[in-house]
């Protein structure tokens, strides 16, 4: 059983940065498929961006490419979000999603992760 808990959102100024964490307890998600999504009020939960669990690969929705990264410290068991020249629209509640399957390719539908944090709350000012 893993579980995930997300911490670093908050209210930022658009053009801020914030960096997200999500720490992992229980078994390594050092080879587990991890993303974020983000649900925006009145929208349905949507990806953000992933990582595969194996290879290293990396992928972005469109709106953020350029503007935020993914990555994953496997000493400390926990993956972040670095998210900058941030924009109102990202703002939303951010959650972190770990998919045991590993696999080499970026897994971006929801259905397909076992793992949820209790997400983040990310508001950007205009």
């Known amino acids: 059983q893993v579980q995930l808990v997300e911490s670093g959102g908050g209210l930022v100024q658009a053009g801020g940065s914030l960096r997200l964490s999500c720490a992992a307890s229980g078994p390594t998600i050092s080879r587990y498929g991890l993303a974020w999504f983000r649900q925006a009020p009145g929208k349905e939960r949507e990806f953000v961006a992933g990582m595969s669990g194996s290879g290293g690969r990396t992928s972005y929705a469109d709106s953020v490419k350029g503007r935020f990264t993914i990555s994953r410290d496997n000493a400390k068991n926990t993956v972040h979000l670095q998210m900058n020249s941030l924009k109102p629209e990202d703002t939303a509640v951010y959650y972190c999603?770990?998919?045991?399957?590993?696999?080499?390719?970026?897994?971006?539908?929801?259905?397909?992760?076992?793992?949820w944090g209790q997400g983040t709350q990310v508001t950007v000012s205009s």
């Open positions: 999603a770990a998919d045991t399957s590993g696999t080499w390719y970026v897994v971006t539908r929801q259905y397909e992760y076992d793992y």
